[in-house]
């Protein structure tokens, strides 16, 4: 060899040794790295890559009511489970075996009457001009019961037999997210319909990418959505929200089922919130959607403490990446939600829905509400809506029935922002109106229909702390509170009632440009501010207003909370409109003691005559008298005093003018039997393109007062929107506070004081 070709093979193994040298460097600093600086952060993805985590939800907490006589809890809402019914074609043996087992037990004859109707109601619409008239007869001919029963079996047995399913359902309860989510794939064979997603496989051309896209959103593996697409194998739900009963004879019909021909049928229980009291007080309440989300009243405002925490479940994984339970596991446990337990006395709350829901009939009223309190501590006794909703039904308010319109009707709905959505005014003085919807059938045909509670979502709403009013003659006793409290006027006080009291003087028209006058346009000479009171004076309260003027007058409005929300424990509370007084025109003086061109909420005005009747304190008006918490913990509400308004003073002669009001004055229909109270009524006009309209359907009627007047235990706020039967407050929601305020003597067993 010579020394050419020997230095060459030299270098050659010199290179490759330096080089398998800086290799060896490399892996032992990138090992050192992995091992040593990078240990945790690798270990945390392999423990990552085989541990998960399975989500334990939490239980919601209930929303408890008691009765102050036996002082028992009642949950007005809580939760439940109910069994689903569902079965598996594919292993059924005897199709028709189960079902004549089963029909009997599920079959609900309300339930297929109501679909026998909406079947007649689609129809009709689009009916062939060539039919005859008994072909048409025979079409919308309603089913016999007899015809529904045995139709619902043979339904049955048609889908016991689907080895094959024409329609799937995939998923129930989505989310609204996830549902757009789906809608933007823009896949053929899919239906979304109440947050339920369904597949057509026939109409699904590649049913492999369709699964794929869409196992995602639905959490179900893309393998087992190819499977469940092909209609293999998949669960056909029969019936769901099975009654108790029902269930325990279905588990005892598979259960003795010893010759296995029930193989396929089975059920499981499904977690629902139930509000065992149905109607009671809901507009408090609220009600929580398929989201398991509160909305409205208690369930909205303190959604999160009821809602609790959600656990986690480690778990290990197995090969392919499943969550397995066996071996090690560890457990954080779910932090159940808070009970809340109410100021609302069940007995107090049901008796007055009771008399409200009477009444409003009674008065032909659109709505009406009522808050009762007790002023001593703020604490709220009742808060009643009329008409309300079902809040296991929520959904029912957007329930429609279609309505007949004349041709001429038709030509004078009023259109809304909404295509095909309009107005109908069912009075064109007082403005009354209702939504009325339109649909076309394919042959452009109209049919028309309305909200069947006239109200629709509406309902969900507490008017009690939602909808400012103008408060009429209740506001007249807030108004001489301040002018008693300041010294302005006495109850004996004198002034000359002649006549009209021009207000607002024009220097060019050398006249007023407005007239105060009262609402019955009699005039009393001499008088008084108790008659001022008891007779519903405007002039009166023209003459106080002046006493006052407007810079004091604001404030004890300021003082008497009218300008702030009292923040009772529920969402969506306003504020009443209220302008600030150096903006106030000598007309606006004049008629904001008397309770015109401003607005309040009732929340407002039964804190105010809280203050009133205790002595002169604003409290703080509350709803939850106490929180039980996951860890057997309490947090209890202390009543609370806001600030004092009026002198104790003032507050009796005030309350002596009230009761004057209901023995000798225009309240006499709010009297009680054997008792004393104290009280005033209301009426306001509604308006028209702003101008102020009167009369039976055109008026607000109110009417507030306590007692017993030794030591009121209770404050009544009554309310009716637009009564027909009167348009005085007077007439109508005197005789509700006075069948309201004798029952809460009884039941709180006050002695008779008269």
């Known amino acids: ?30 090992l050192f790295q992995l091992q040593i600086i990078q240990h945790d952060y690798y270990q945390q993805i392999a423990t990552t890559s085989q541990y998960g985590f399975i989500e334990l939800p939490a239980q919601r907490g209930e929303i408890i009511i008691k009765d102050y006589h036996s002082n028992e809890e009642f949950s007005i809402a809580t939760n439940t489970t109910l069994n689903l019914l569902y079965a598996d074609p594919v292993i059924i043996k005897d199709p028709v075996y189960i079902a004549d087992k089963i029909a009997p037990l599920i079959f609900s004859i309300e339930e297929e009457r109501a679909a026998d109707n909406e079947r007649i ?44 399913r024409k329609k799937i ?75 108790p009963k029902i269930s325990d004879q279905i588990s005892k019909l598979i259960k003795d089922d010893k010759n296995d021909q029930l193989t ?27 989201e398991n989300i509160g909305q409205y009243g208690i369930e909205s405002t303190f959604n999160t403490p009821l809602a609790g925490i959600s656990g986690k479940l480690q778990t290990k994984k197995d090969s392919v990446g499943r969550q397995i339970t066996v071996g090690e596991s560890n457990l954080q446990a779910a932090v159940d939600g808070d009970n809340i337990i109410l100021t609302i006395d069940r007995s107090v709350q049901l008796y007055t829905e009771k008399i409200l829901e009477e009444d409003t009939k009674n008065f032909r009223a659109d709505s009406g509400q009522v808050i009762i309190m007790d002023p001593r501590t703020g604490k709220v006794l009742a808060m009643a809506n009329y008409p309300s909703f079902d809040p296991n039904n929520y959904g029912e308010v957007f329930k429609k029935i279609e309505i007949n319109l004349t041709p001429e009707e038709i030509k004078n709905l009023y259109p809304t922002k909404d295509k095909d959505i309009y107005y109908f005014y069912t009075n064109e003085i007082t403005m009354d109106k209702y939504i009325v919807f339109e649909t076309k059938d394919k042959n452009g045909i109209s049919s028309y229909s309305r909200y069947e509670n006239f109200q629709g979502p509406e309902a969900y709403h507490n008017k009690i702390i939602s909808w400012p009013y103008e408060p009429g003659s209740v506001f007249k006793t807030i108004a001489m509170s301040a002018a008693l409290d300041d010294g302005d006027v006495t109850p004996n006080t004198t002034y000359n009632d002649t006549g009209p009291v021009g207000v607002d003087w024009n220097i060019y028209k050398q006249a007023y440009d407005y007239e105060i006058k009262n609402s019955t346009n ?25 006493k006052m003027g407007p810079a004091l007058f604001y404030s004890y409005l300021k003082k008497f909370g009218f300008l702030d929300r009292t923040d009772i424990e529920l969402e969506n509370e306003v504020v009443g409109k209220i302008e600030y007084f150096e903006d106030w025109t000598e007309s606006e003086l004049a008629t904001h003691a008397f309770g015109q061109g401003l607005t309040v909420t009732m929340m407002q005005m039964a804190s105010a005559y809280s203050a009133i009747a205790n002595g002169g304190i604003l409290m703080q008006p509350y709803l939850v008298e106490e929180t039980r918490h996951d860890n057997s913990t309490v947090t209890k509400t202390e009543p609370k005093e806001i600030r004092r308004v009026i002198s104790e003073d003032t507050s009796s002669k005030m309350t002596a003018m009230l009761v004057n009001t209901i023995e000798s004055g225009e309240g006499k229909k709010g009297s009680v039997n054997n008792h004393f109270t104290a009280g005033k009524t209301g009426t306001s006009q509604t308006y028209k393109y702003g101008k102020a309209i009167g009369g039976p359907g055109n008026t607000i009627g109110t009417f507030a007062g306590f007692g017993p007047i030794d030591d009121p235990q209770f404050i009544i706020i009554v309310k009716y929107d637009r009564p027909r039967s009167s348009e005085w407050g007077s007439s109508t929601a005197a005789e509700t506070f006075s069948k309201i305020a004798d029952y809460l003597f009884g039941y709180y067993g006050l002695p008779p004081d008269k």
């Open 1 to 30: 060899m010579n020394s050419k070709y020997q230095k060459y093979i030299t270098n050659r193994i010199t290179i490759f040794l330096v080089g398998s040298g800086l290799i060896t460097a490399i892996l032992l600093a990138k």
């Open 121 to 164: 109601k689609e129809l009709s619409k689009n009916l062939s001009t060539e039919l005859t008239e008994e072909e048409i007869n025979k079409i919308l001919t309603p089913l016999t019961d007899i015809e529904l029963e045995t139709q619902f079996k043979q339904v049955l047995i048609e889908r016991l037999s689907e080895k094959h």
């Open 169 to 243: 359902l995939l998923v129930t309860d989505m989310k609204e997210t996830e549902i757009k989510a789906i809608q933007k794939l823009n896949l053929s064979g899919l239906e979304i319909e109440d947050k339920s997603v369904s597949a057509y496989p026939s109409q699904i051309s590649q049913i492999a990418k369709t699964a794929e896209k869409l196992a995602p959103h639905l959490l179900i593996p893309s393998k087992k959505l190819e499977k469940i697409l092909k209609g293999e194998n998949r669960y056909v739900i029969l019936k769901r929200k099975l009654d």
């Open 264 to 290: 396929g049928l089975a059920m499981k229980e499904e977690y629902f919130r139930y509000y065992p009291e149905g109607k009671l007080a809901a507009n408090v309440i609220g009600y929580v959607n398929h």
């Open 522 to 546: 009699k005039y009393w000479g001499l008088t008084n501010m108790k008659t001022v009171i008891a007779k519903s004076l405007n002039t009166g309260m023209t003459f106080v207003a002046k």
